[in-house]
Structures are given as C-alpha cells and as structure tokens.
C-alpha cells in the first residue's frame, strides 16, 4: 500500500494505492500482473468526498511497487495537461471540422510536430509562442534553416 496527502488547489488530498496480485488469475486480461485500487478522499471546505478507482497493470510487482504505481497515476495528468489539453484549447482540435480521409491525422500529427518543437525551444506557454512566431515568421523560418 502507498499513501499520499498534499495540499492543492484549495483542497486537502489523501490518496491511498492498494495492490494485489490474487486477482490476476481471474482476468481475461492478457499480462495482467496487477490490480490496483486508488481510494482518494477531499477536504474542501469542511466537506469530505470520496473516489475509487480501479486499473489493471502489466507491471510486474518486482518493478512496480505500491509507490511507484501510485507516482505514475499521479503522473498521468502530466500528459493530459502538457500535450492534450494543449491540442485542444490552444489548437482549437476539438472545434476542427476537419473529418474526411487522412486529414484529421495530418493535421493532429502537424500539432504534436509545432508542439514538441516549441517544448524544444524551451517554451512553457505555448499560446504565447504561437503568437511570436505568427507575429514574425520570417525569424521562424529562419529558426527552421528555411531561410537565411
């Protein structure tokens, strides 16, 4: 069991990541290797909330202890925050009404092209870059090497 309380948000968390490999012999799950439970409960405001969840790993519990399942959960969100939610608020890709043939993924594979190349350039808010270079494209095609 791994166990975490923090402060964020206005709130107070506790999550708490129980692990069990007796379940994996029931699974029709290929390489299941462990099943987790994260009970998570909120204070806010004096109010208590409680949530479950449940998942099925392929990480073997030699490689993959209670702690280190849990800071991976936890770190789940990096993505989301850092790259989808980036392709959908800044990018506008939900709002696309782009929707026949291989356009979509040109284009989705075109953000994650801008996306990771601004990340490369060190830049943290990427609206603002999207900005910078639209201001000045010549200097951005001349970052590129398209110009000199």
């Known amino acids: 069991m791994a166990q975490t309380n923090t402060k964020e948000h206005g709130r107070r968390v506790q999550r708490r990541l129980q692990t069990t490999t007796r379940l994996t ?8 290797q462990q099943v ?9 405001n004096g109010q208590e909330q409680q949530e479950v969840e449940y998942a099925i790993t392929s990480a073997s519990r030699s490689k993959a202890h209670a702690n280190r399942l849990l800071a991976w959960w936890r770190g789940h969100w990096g993505i989301e925050n850092r790259v989808h939610y980036v392709r959908d608020v800044t990018f ?8 026949t ?3 979509p993924q040109i284009l989705a594979a075109t953000r994650n092209a801008i996306l990771s190349l ?3 350039w060190d830049r943290a808010n990427i609206a603002a870059a999207l900005r910078e270079n639209a201001y000045q494209p010549a200097r951005l095609l001349t970052k590129l090497g398209i110009l000199n």
């Open 92 to 99: 506008g890709e939900d709002a696309s009404r782009i929707h």
């Open 25 to 32: 012999g029931h699974l029709d799950w290929p390489g299941a």
């Open 118 to 120: 601004l990340r490369l």
């Open 101 to 103: 043939a291989s356009a």
């Open 36 to 44: 987790c439970r994260l009970t998570r409960l909120t204070w806010r």
